[in-house]
C-alpha cells in the first residue's frame, strides 16, 4: 500500500459497529431477556410482495453485463419518482440520473470524484457532525479536509452554517447534507437549503445531499434539494447531487440499489469515474429496483409501522417527541459509552454511543457524545418493549 494511502486509511477509526464490538467484549447481556438490536439501521420489514415475481422474471439478466449509468427501465423509473415525489417538472433519465450500488458507495465514491488534492484547491469537504461516516471517511481517503458542521440541540440538529468564514466556505470543494438526518432525525427546510444554494453560487461548491430517509417521517413530508431548487428557478439543478436508496424506503438494504440524480455537467464526469469503477448494477436487480420505485403502497405500509413504532417508543419513555424523520431514536444521556455497555449488560438491549457517530472537532469535542442512538426497525411491540427496558437501566 502506497505510504500516503496507509497514512490517510490509519488516520480513520474503526467503524462504529467494530467499535461497538470492541466496546461489548467480555460482557454478557442479560439471559434472561430475549435481545433487542437497535445498533444497525437496518430495516426489518417483510420483504415487498413484488421482489420474487420481477427477480424471477428477469433472472436471464444475469448473463449480460448492465450498463454503469443504469438500463432501461430503471433510470426512467427513478426520473419518473422523482418528478411525482418533488414536483419536478423535468428531469432528464439519460443526463442527470445515475443508478447506485447503495449509496454508501455513491457517497465515498463522490469524493474522491470532487476533491483534487494534488491541486491543494477547495480542500475542505464539510459535513455534519455527527454524521454518517462514510462522510468522513471518504473525505480523508480523498485527500479532503473534513469540516465539521456542529449538530447541537439548542439549534434544532441543523448543521451550523453561520459560523464558517467566507475564506472556508470558498475553500470548500462540496457540502454533504443530510436530511432527513441519521442520527438526528433533523429534516432541511426550504430555507436552510435556500441559504447553501447561495453559499454554493457565492463560493463556488457543490451539495450532495443525502436523502436516504425521505420516506420516513413524523408529520411533514422531508423537502428535496432538487424541488427546492427548482422552485429557486435553477431548474438545470446546477450544483446539486442528491442521492436517494431503496434500503430504507422499500426496506431493501440487501438489494443495494440507490438513485443520483442532478446537475448533469457533475454526473456526467461522475459517470466518467464510476466507468472506470465498475459499479453497475446486475440486471435482475435493475428491475426489482424499477418496481420498488414505480410502487407507493409498500413505501405507505413501511411508513405506518415506523410512525407507530416511534409513538409506541415514545409513549412507554413517557417523554420527548419523535423525530421530524427517519427511524432514530437521538436520546441525551450522560456518558453514551457507559450507557451502552449498561443497557447491553441489564437489559440485553444494543445501542450506538453518539460518539461513534461523531468526530472530534479542533477543541477534542465529539458534538455526538452524551447521545445514544435507537433505530426503531424492528416493529411497533418491539419499539414500546425497548422503551420499557431502557428505562430501567442504571449507569
Ligand atoms: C444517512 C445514510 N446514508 C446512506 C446510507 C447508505 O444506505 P445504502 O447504501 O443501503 O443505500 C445509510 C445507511 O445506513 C444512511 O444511514
Known amino acids: 500500500m502506497g505510504k500516503l ?102 457517497l465515498f465514491a463522490i469524493a474522491h470524484a470532487l476533491v483534487n488534492p494534488a491541486a491543494e484547491q477547495k480542500p475542505y469537504v464539510m459535513m455534519p457532525n455527527p454524521m454518517y461516516q462514510i462522510y468522513y471517511g471518504a473525505a480523508v481517503t480523498a485527500g479532503a479536509k473534513p469540516y465539521l458542521l456542529p449538530c447541537i440541540a439548542k439549534h434544532d440538529f441543523a448543521p451550523i452554517l453561520d459560523a464558517v468564514s467566507a475564506e472556508t466556505w470558498q475553500n470548500t470543494a462540496f457540502v454533504y447534507v443530510c436530511s432527513p438526518s441519521n442520527p438526528t432525525g433533523w429534516i ?15 463560493h463556488d461548491f457543490y451539495i450532495v445531499a443525502d436523502e436516504c430517509y425521505s420516506e420516513i417521517y413524523w408529520q411533514d413530508k422531508p423537502l428535496g434539494l432538487l424541488e427546492v431548487a427548482q422552485d429557486l428557478g435553477r431548474d438545470d439543478y446546477a450544483r446539486c447531487l442528491v442521492m436517494n436508496s431503496l434500503s430504507k424506503r422499500s426496506a431493501l438494504p440487501g438489494l443495494r440499489s440507490g438513485l443520483i440524480a442532478g446537475d448533469a455537467d457533475l454526473i456526467a464526469h461522475f459517470a466518467k469515474l464510476r466507468s472506470y469503477t465498475g459499479v453497475a448494477t446486475p440486471l435482475p436487480l435493475q428491475h426489482v429496483a424499477a418496481a420498488a420505485w414505480s410502487d407507493e403502497v409498500h413505501v405507505q405500509q413501511h411508513l405506518r409501522i415506523y410512525r407507530d413504532s416511534l409513538a409506541a417508543f415514545f409513549d412507554a419513555w413517557g417523554e420527548g417527541e419523535p423525530p421530524a424523520g427517519s427511524f432514530f431514536v437521538w436520546l441525551a444521556v450522560e456518558n453514551d459509552e457507559a450507557f451502552a455497555k449498561a443497557a447491553y449488560e441489564q437489559q440485553a438491549i444494543t445501542l450506538l454511543p453518539g460518539s461513534y457517530l461523531g468526530a472530534e472537532d479542533s477543541d477534542g469535542y465529539n458534538a455526538g457524545s452524551g447521545f445514544v442512538r435507537l433505530a426503531l426497525v424492528d416493529g411497533v411491540k418491539k419499539a414500546a418493549e425497548l422503551a420499557q427496558r431502557l428505562k430501567k437501566v442504571k449507569v
Open 5 to 106: 494511502t496507509q497514512a490517510r486509511l490509519e488516520s480513520l477509526g474503526a467503524y462504529p459497529f467494530e467499535r461497538l464490538k470492541k466496546l461489548f467484549s467480555g460482557l454478557t447481556p442479560n439471559p434472561s431477556l430475549l435481545h433487542i438490536d437497535a445498533g444497525a439501521g437496518e430495516p426489518r420489514l417483510p420483504l415487498p410482495k413484488f421482489v420474487g415475481d420481477v427477480l424471477n422474471a428477469n433472472l436471464s439478466g444475469f448473463s449480460k453485463y448492465p450498463a454503469t449509468r443504469g438500463n432501461a427501465p430503471l433510470p426512467q423509473a427513478i426520473a419518473d419518482w422523482l418528478k411525482q415525489r418533488y414536483k419536478l417538472a423535468h428531469i432528464d433519465a439519460d443526463t442527470e440520473i445515475l443508478t447506485a450500488n447503495g449509496t454508501r458507495e455513491a
Open 188 to 202: 432541511a427546510g426550504r430555507n436552510y437549503y435556500a441559504r447553501l444554494l447561495e453559499l454554493a453560487d457565492v
